[in-house]
């Protein structure tokens, strides 16, 4: 499995905009680039995914780089329910393929 | 949006015992379900993959017979601890991929919390 590499914590304030990184350097064509987030003591929940154009959702906008060797999952205007750990995750194609977490960033937002 | 459930939300048990951890996906049904452990301040670790009406594949290192998985049903698979010790307490969470779904979305349950005495 192509391996992501993500900050391992990132700090904002409420109502700014956040941009977490990921970097996935060894992508391959077929990979599509998944965004999941868990809040403490909870299961994780899926955020966005996408393969080459950039996405937009109501949680948050997924900005992929034109080499696709990097994304940004941007949250367009923190609030303090959006403090999580997101995981960027690599899965190939579109079938019921597992997902391989990552460290993932930790979120903190300030008050 | 697609629910899944698990049961117990949490559970204390005694050494040596067994537990039974339930993943059911409330309105959808999957035929394929994953079971993870994760650790406190650690990420999501896969433990095996739940295929309904077949063998759970299990990924290096998890042991089968300690970890036993069933998937009867499209809706329902139950993780076994058998013989659980201190070192299997843990937040175990499944996740289900809806089969009628053409991306095969993938949704998380609320995890489950075994402490083992």
């Known amino acids: 499995d192509a391996k992501t590499t993500q900050p391992n914590s990132m700090e904002s304030n409420e109502e700014e905009p956040v941009h977490l990184p990921c970097n996935h350097s060894?992508?391959?064509?077929?990979?599509?680039i998944h965004w999941y987030r868990q809040l403490p003591s909870q299961g994780p929940e899926y955020v966005i995914h996408g393969l080459t154009s950039n996405v937009n959702n109501r949680m948050a906008s997924l900005a992929i780089a034109e080499d696709r060797k990097s994304s940004t999952l941007i949250l367009h205007r923190a609030t303090l329910r959006d403090a999580a750990v997101y995981y960027c995750?690599?899965?190939?194609?579109?079938?019921?393929?597992?997902?391989?977490f990552g460290q993932g960033t930790r979120l903190t937002i300030n008050p | 949006g697609a629910v899944v459930s698990q049961h117990p939300s949490w559970v204390i048990c005694k050494s040596g015992t067994s537990v039974k951890i339930e993943c059911r996906s409330l309105?959808?049904?999957?035929?394929?379900m994953f079971w993870y452990r994760q650790f406190p301040k650690q990420s999501l670790m896969l433990m095996a993959t739940s295929n309904e009406g077949s063998k759970a594949t299990y990924e290096q290192g998890v042991e089968k017979d300690k970890f036993l998985i069933n998937h009867a049903s499209l809706t329902l698979s139950t993780l076994t601890v058998t013989s659980a010790h201190p070192e299997d307490s843990s937040f175990y969470i499944c996740?289900?991929?809806?089969?009628?779904?053409?991306?095969?979305?993938?949704?998380f349950g609320p995890g489950t919390r075994l402490t083992v005495l």
């Open positions: 995750i690599l899965r190939r194609g579109q079938g019921a393929q597992k997902l391989v």
């Open positions: 996740s289900a991929v809806r089969t009628a779904s053409s991306y095969n979305e993938q949704f």
């Open positions: 309105d959808f049904q999957a035929t394929t």
């Open positions: 060894t992508i391959s064509g077929t990979d599509y």
